[in-house]
Antibody
């Protein structure tokens, strides 16, 4: 069974750094792209970027380029989304999802809620 | 970046009725379009890909159509579990942009 399990909710202050994770199981982690999607409170879905764990090829939406870093550790089948300096506007639910051939998302994680508040 | 526009923003439908949701792309995306369903407090779920192919386990009451810039998803007879928000997503080129969503609510 394909599963993506994300790390737990985070509460951070503006300016702090953060790295959230997404662990894949039940499939060949290095053979599928993994993507990240942001959902701000009460809003829609935003495609942030994707990574191919096999060779760490990464693509970002222009809206998120330079704002976040997507990475992966294939030895532990885990993808990451990180911020170096959080802002209040980063408060959102973040989903990871398996991105079939870089096209659509066929399996999703449960989401990680990130709250940034002073 | 391709902009996806969904209509209507909210659709009020009675159980058992048909619901038709629309999605328009700012430029042609061929048939490279997916639909997702999201219920409150849950992650999205893939319903349709390649504009008209149902994902594994998706009931036959869900159908997708369209190509180029105009797409629809139809729910033939709404069940209680179908009241949710629906998103389209293009994957033809560039960032894989989503529409803003259509909420299907009980009339």
């Amino acid at each position: 069974e394909v599963q993506l399990v994300q790390s737990g909710a985070e509460v951070k202050k503006p300016g702090e750094s953060l790295k959230i994770s997404c662990k894949g199981s039940g499939y060949s982690f290095t053979s599928y792209w993994i993507g990240w999607v942001r959902q701000m409170p009460g809003k829609g879905l935003e495609w942030m970027g994707i990574i191919y764990p096999g060779d760490s090829d990464t693509k970002y939406s222009p809206s998120f380029q330079g704002q976040v870093t997507i990475s992966a550790d294939k030895s532990i089948s885990t993808a990451y989304l990180q911020w170096s300096s959080l802002k209040a506007s980063d408060t959102a639910m973040y989903y990871c999802a398996r991105h079939l051939s870089g096209w659509y998302f066929d399996y999703w994680g449960q989401g990680t809620l990130v709250t940034v508040s002073s | 970046e391709i902009v996806m526009t969904q209509s209507p923003a909210t659709l009020s439908v009675s159980p058992g009725e048909r619901a038709t949701l629309s999605c328009r792309a700012s430029q042609s995306v061929s048939s490279n379009l997916a639909w997702y369903q999201q219920k409150p407090g849950q992650a999205p779920r893939l319903l349709i890909y390649d504009a008209s192919t149902r994902a594994t386990g998706i009931p036959a009451r869900f159908s997708g159509s369209g190509s180029g810039t105009e797409f629809t998803i139809t729910i033939s007879s709404l069940q209680s579990e179908d009241f949710a928000v629906y998103y389209c997503q293009q994957y033809n080129n560039g960032p894989r942009t989503f529409g803003q969503g259509t909420k299907v609510e009980i009339k």
